[in-house]
C-alpha cells in the first residue's frame, strides 16, 4: 500500500492528542469517577490491572486510527478542514458508536459507560480530523 500523500507528523500528532484527551477524559477531573462508578470498579481495582503495556496498546491502536483516516483522506483526495471533520466523525459515529454500542447492548453495560467511551472516541476523532485537516 502506497503512502505517498500521508502527513506522516500530523499523525503522530494527533495520535499523542487522541491519547492526551485519554488522559484528560478519564481522569477525576473529566469522567474518570463517573466511568469506575459506570464499570462499578473502585480506583484501587483500575490500577491493580494498569500496566504499561496498556498503555502502549493504546498509543499503536490511536495510531492505528489516525493513520486510518489519514489513509481515507488521502483516498478522497480532500484535506480540508471541513472535509477531514466530516471523515472523522462519519468515522466515530459509524462504526466506533455502532460497534460498542452492539457490544455494550449484548454484555449488559450501562448507557453511561457507552456514552463516557463512546463519546471518548468520537471526540478523539474528531481532534484527529482536526488536526490533519490544518496541517496539510
Given amino acids: 500500500m502506497e503512502s505517498a500523500g500521508i502527513n506522516w507528523l500530523a ?3 494527533s495520535t499523542i492528542a487522541y491519547m492526551v484527551l485519554g488522559a484528560l477524559w478519564y481522569s477525576p477531573a473529566l469522567f474518570g469517577k463517573a466511568w469506575m462508578s459506570a464499570l462499578g470498579k473502585t480506583e484501587e481495582e483500575i490500577k491493580a490491572q494498569s500496566s504499561p ?3 502502549i496498546w493504546a498509543l499503536i491502536l490511536s ?3 489516525a493513520y486510518g483516516i489519514a489513509r481515507i ?3 478522497i483526495g480532500d484535506y480540508s478542514v471541513s472535509r477531514s471533520i466530516i471523515v472523522s466523525l462519519l468515522a466515530g459515529i459509524c462504526f466506533v458508536f455502532t460497534t460498542m454500542g452492539v457490544n455494550d447492548i449484548f ?3 450501562s448507557r453511561s459507560l457507552t456514552a463516557i467511551n463512546v ?4 471526540i478523539g476523532f474528531f481532534i484527529i480530523g ?3 485537516g ?3
Wanted: proline share 0%.
Fill in 134 to 136: 490544518i496541517w496539510r
Fill in 119 to 122: 463519546l471518548y472516541h468520537i
Fill in 11 to 13: 499523525v503522530i500528532a
Fill in 53 to 55: 503495556l496498556n498503555y
Fill in 63 to 65: 495510531f492505528i486510527a
Fill in 130 to 132: 482536526l488536526i490533519l
Fill in 73 to 75: 483522506l488521502n483516498w
Fill in 107 to 109: 454484555e449488559g453495560k
